[in-house]
Nanobody, 123 residues
Framework: QVQLVESGGGLVQAGGSLRLSCAASGRTFSSYVIGWFRQAPGKEREFVARIGRSGATTVYADSVKGRFTISRDNAKNTVFLQMNSLKPEDTAVYYC????????????????WGQGTQVTVSS
């Protein structure tokens, strides 16, 4: 089992940057694919980014491509989401999630979820 804790959220002006972290417990962290999702007020939770077990493969939602970068440090059991050129529409609660080798961009394929961290981008 994996426990995930997100951090790094906050309030930032449009055009600014934030770096989110997802810290995981457990000795098998490197065996999990990790994804980031977000949920804005009144909207469905949506996929943001995904990183493979070794960190070699990444997938991004079109809305964040070129602005966000997902990375991982398996030695520290941590995944990062570097968010640059933030826009007000990026405002949401951001969640990290862990899944198996067969995990895709769909939420239902992830087994474990963190509690989320709030990101607010002011205009």
């Amino acid at each position: 089992q994996v426990q995930l804790v997100e951090s790094g959220g906050g309030l930032v002006q449009a055009g600014g940057s934030l770096r989110l972290s997802c810290a995981a417990s457990g000795r098998t962290f490197s065996s999990y694919v990790i994804g980031w999702f977000r949920q804005a007020p009144g909207k469905e939770r949506e996929f943001v980014a995904r990183i493979g077990r070794s960190g070699a493969t990444t997938v991004y939602a079109d809305s964040v491509k070129g602005r966000f970068t997902i990375s991982r440090d398996n030695a520290k059991n941590t995944v990062f989401l570097q968010m640059n050129s933030l826009k007000p529409e990026d405002t949401a609660v951001y969640y990290c999630a862990a899944g198996s080798l067969f995990t895709t961009t769909e939420q239902r394929t992830y087994f474990y979820w963190g509690q989320g961290t709030q990101v607010t981008v002011s205009s």
